[in-house]
């Protein structure tokens, strides 16, 4: 029987109920995502075997045909080719297929780092500096300012697509990383200066003033002073600015097609013989879910202030 | 001399600007001037694919089109009973699992931890990896729930009546994580000393849960709720991998019909109308609910 009655120390047979509970749960809910990496390490004909295979032999299958686009040939065909020069292409022929070139993963995965890193890179600049300027100065219309910026957050991405497409096509961004770069640091704005506004709020004004006294600028003590004690604070911005931009899929199916495709809306498009190839969905979804889970465990301290635009902190 | 001028430099005013004004010009470029130019061209019966046709003035026959479209109202339907569901649970069960993590047990910060990786991922690749999981032939989803209890063969994505529960699920799944952390934090707020004066009046457990515990708690999982509200009624990404609206358009919310209206039939005039009333609804909702949330958290 639970026979304490205290909330501040519940009896340890109530600790152990919960941790039992919490566990059940926290195995449950990963497996979809394990499923998925398990299914990156089969090959074709495991990953449509039912019952679903718990215990397979593993198979690189899923990562060459990722990276891979090939086509089918006749035996005759591959008996005349010479043997072939590495594991990946021996694997490829025992299916009766060569390779005919690297697909597009490769590509699609670069566009989201180059998109991702130049969009965060620019809204946590931009976003520091408005932050900064909110946490110090008596600036009109502060509070007015602070909820146009977070209000943006509300359009629904597709009601300002099409202004933003027609905008694009005629300027020529239409299609170009510049053009999501653009657009990715302006929706991760919002963000960027309501979490670093709460960082800096927690940052002693007495430390500023203290370097403009010994004869620093304003600017001098903002980049001198300010920026390195808010150090930990930009950090956890970039990160979810990155991961925002990383997830993105709204503005990247419809805005990019052949030049500046992230990779959310490529990976689903991954299709082997008669439907989809799991394997090799699973391996991209795998190589692309990676970082963001090591950003998460790296980010968890924070991971609160973030969801919630700095408004709930602990 | 004026206080001001004490420091070289700039001066405070003038640095204000400077690092306000990008940010505030880009907000105007790239989101204030799409929306007015989404505002301009409801009126008129603009098509996006037709380069050279002049666009007229119609006045407001685009939102009245909209409004009398008998499958608009389905759509938002839809939406509504996404939205009911997924707000539902998630705080049922994220109140539920804060709850449970709050006993501070050995480990409980890794739990946490786990448990919070779904909602970090893609949406849309979160929805392509689900539609795996639901096949009616090898989805590891049916087989488990035949494993517990037989149900035969059944399509999750593929029946009208199901899809509906299956984009519930996953949001469920992706979601709960959300209330889970903002609750957890609500509870962590709650000083220790209102448990400890309940304690002397002898209150029963049950008692500080319903008068300590539960009102400290519900302006965080209000506010998670409202995070997750306008979310969910902008949702698109996941359900569009997942269901892409289907089957027939039992799965397609408000953003999803958007997006078909807009990108695949182009009425531009005429979704532009649709976007304005989706954007002034989320809006005036959004302000009613903090209003009520902030009348919650002054009692």
Known sequence: ?314 | MSVKKKFKGLSDKAVGWLFIGPTVLLLLAINIYPLVYAIKMSFTNFYANKIGREPQFVGLKNYIKVLNKEAIWEKMQVTASFMFWTLLLQAIIGLGLALLLNRKFKGNELLTTLIVLPMMLSPAVVGVFWTYLYNPQVGLFNYMVNFFYDLGSFDMIGSSTLAPWAIVIVDTWMWTPFTMLICLAGLRSVPNYLYEAAEVDRASKWQQFIYITLPSVLPFLLLALLFRGIENFKMFDMVVELTSGGPGSATELASINLKREAFEKWKTGYSSAFAVILFVTIFGFGNVYVKVMNKIKER
């Not at chain 1, 005759?76 to 072939?84: A, F, I, N, T, V």
């Not at chain 1, 946590?124 to 219309?141: E, H, I, N, Q, T």
């Open chain 1, 1 to 314: 029987m639970d026979t304490s009655r205290s909330y501040l120390e519940p009896s340890s047979f109530s600790k152990k109920m919960a941790a039992a509970i919490i566990i059940v749960y926290a195995v449950v809910t990963l497996i979809p995502i394990s499923w998925m990496v398990m299914t990156s390490f089969k090959n074709v004909d495991s990953a449509i075997s039912y019952p679903p295979e718990v215990l397979f032999e593993p198979s690189l299958e899923g990562y060459v045909n990722l990276f891979t686009n090939r086509s089918r040939q006749s035996q005759e065909y591959l008996d005349s080719l010479p043997p072939p020069e590495n594991w990946y292409e021996e694997l490829v022929r025992s299916r009766e297929m060569v390779i005919t070139g690297p697909s597009k993963f490769l590509g699609r995965y670069s566009n989201s780092m180059i998109i991702g890193f130049g969009s965060t890179f620019a809204s946590v600049f931009l976003g520091a500096l408005a932050a900064y300027a909110f946490s110090r100065f008596r600036v009109p219309l502060k509070d007015d300012l602070l909820f146009f910026i977070l209000s943006t957050r509300m359009f629904p991405p597709i009601a300002v697509a099409v202004p933003i497409f027609i905008m694009y096509r005629k300027l020529g961004l239409g299609d170009t990383h510049l053009g999501m770069i653009i657009l990715y640091t302006v929706v991760n704005l919002s963000l960027a200066v309501w979490l670093l506004k709460g960082f800096m709020d927690e940052i002693p004004k007495e430390y500023e003033e203290a370097a403009m006294i010994d004869g620093y600028s304003r600017l001098q003590a903002f980049f001198k002073v300010v920026l390195p004690q808010a150090m930990t604070g930009i950090a956890a911005t970039a990160i979810f600015c990155m991961i925002f931009s990383w997830n993105e899929y709204a503005f990247a199916v419809l805005l990019t097609q052949f030049n500046a495709q992230t990779a959310p809306p490529f990976i689903p498009t991954i299709i082997g013989e008669g439907g989809l190839d799991w394997p090799a969905i699973g391996a991209g979804t795998t190589l692309f879910l990676l970082p963001v889970m090591i950003f998460t465990i790296i980010l968890r301290k924070h991971l609160l202030r973030g969801i919630t635009f700095g408004a709930v902190r602990k």
